[in-house]
């Protein structure tokens, strides 16, 4: 009975099937779930605001292009508190139609961020053209219906897999640091779901965002909060506020639960000092 | 005498003529320059360094994408110092040849990333396709130089200005909040020259990276190197050091000059708890 009621995930994230945040969302939620993939991050929240999805996966840093703060400004505006983080490692493979070999191919084809992070690549096969296209999973897509004999594209595995073609050369990518960190969000009233990888004695993650007035020393009074009570941070970043010169917004992540006492009271303490401050969620740290 | 032994300045930046860094360049440098199109971030930094340019122009940050962490980790490892900084508009035109009419067009051309940040223009426009382009500038090149008709190109005012093209409709991104931060660059050797923004009475920035141990507060530690002597700070981003966890590299711009006597005394004190420890450049804040 239990079992027959556990409802279906219905996940939505911003791309196309095969994109990364597909990948994030099979590695926090398995495979047994329905990929809803919307044109944009704000498609994205206002499905699952909307109870249109059970969760939403979106990017929020990457180790090479920094912070998604686009994401970050729709965290501040609906209210779905995450609930949990992942990592995934960004893979570029060449990726072709089943009966292709590497010496017939003349093109490829792929995102054009993608190709510039493949300059290695094309620079060892200068015959080999690049051309620019929408979309990573849909350049494979593309070259698998077609029927293209001497092109490639470049994408993730999940697409190959997809798209039932085939990686002809893994990880073509120039630099292997590249890592996009992913959030799992929810609705509030479903919030208290634990996700899949809350193993137990796991540690705790809490982000938030704050403002601080314009006096010098304001952060590091604002991280006295912390620092007092042997709160570590995982991540602080400060962004400027538009049309408001001398004011800042910080991003903060640190290691703890919100319903700890120390944590109360740091939270207490920045309260006191933050002209705005906004818990985002509080999730077990992911892999 | 004087005025003819002025050297041509060289500048070299990464994109295609009419970038947004080409725009930066010319307003820290004027219009008398030349420029020196790169492939490739690394590129632009290894022309400066071999002498082959007189000055580089990199983009570092934008208020919606982010940090560009590929730039600080090439002035960490090339010994080029920041000399000046302003920050770019980001406005995307939808541009075509002169003789084009807005009710002709039926496709747009340009960097997915372009057309991504003008999807309101496009949900009002239906009947006109998006179509991916390597470049923003390269599609406003192409669609003169094609002769389209039919088709419009999203890019920069000095990409219309460049290929003598008309803009029709200006500022068409979704989201005007879009400015990217861009750092001028010199050989150690030719750092002292001021660069033309840097007005008497000019406010100074310093940029700096650090490591701190890890340890809980040490952030809040290092910080205390400023606090203690009214140091503003004006950016402050954690990156974390892959393959280290829980150890941090720390960006961080204060408000203050290298040479000044509390600044001294600051940097002395964050060299006593930084394992590492990085100045970047001193130069005017820009506007």
């Known amino acids: 009975m239990r079992r027959a009621a556990k409802r279906a995930e219905r996940i939505a994230f911003q791309g196309e099937r095969g994109a990364f945040s597909e990948e994030a969302a099979r590695k926090l939620l398995g495979r047994e779930i329905t990929l809803l993939p919307c044109a944009r991050f704000e498609d994205v929240f206002r499905r699952l605001k909307e109870g249109r999805a059970t969760g939403a996966v979106v990017p929020i840093e990457n180790t090479l292009a920094g912070s ?78 077609e029927g293209f004999t001497d092109a490639a594209a470049i994408a993730s ?44 004695g796991a540690l705790w993650k809490t982000s938030l965002v704050f403002t601080t007035r314009n006096v010098p020393g304001a952060l590091f009074r604002a991280l006295a909060a912390f620092a007092l009570r042997d709160v570590s941070l995982a991540k602080i970043e400060s962004r400027p506020l538009r049309g408001r010169p001398w004011e800042y917004l910080f991003y903060l992540d640190f290691l703890g639960r919100i319903d700890s006492p120390e944590v109360r009271n740091a939270l207490d303490h920045l309260a006191e ?9 509080c999730y077990p740290q992911g892999a």
Do not use: W
């Open 157 to 200: 595995r999940v697409a190959a897999e997809l798209y039932d073609a085939r990686i002809l050369k893994k990880s073509i990518e120039d630099d292997r640091q590249n890592f996009t960190r992913f959030f799992l969000l929810r609705r509030p009233k479903d919030s208290r779901r634990l996700p899949r990888n809350a193993a137990a």
């Open 68 to 145: 998604v703060h686009e994401n970050y400004d729709h965290l501040q505006r609906f209210d779905l508190p995450i609930v949990a983080e992942t990592s995934v490692r960004i893979v570029h493979n060449l990726i072709v139609r089943k009966d292709v070999k590497f010496s017939a191919i003349r093109r490829v084809y792929s995102h054009p961020v993608a190709l510039n992070q493949c300059l290695d690549f094309f620079s060892e096969n200068p015959h080999i053209e690049r051309i620019p296209f929408y979309d990573t999973a849909g350049s494979v897509k593309m070259i698998t219906e």
């Open 273 to 281: 000092l933050a002209d705005y401050l906004r818990i985002l969620g």
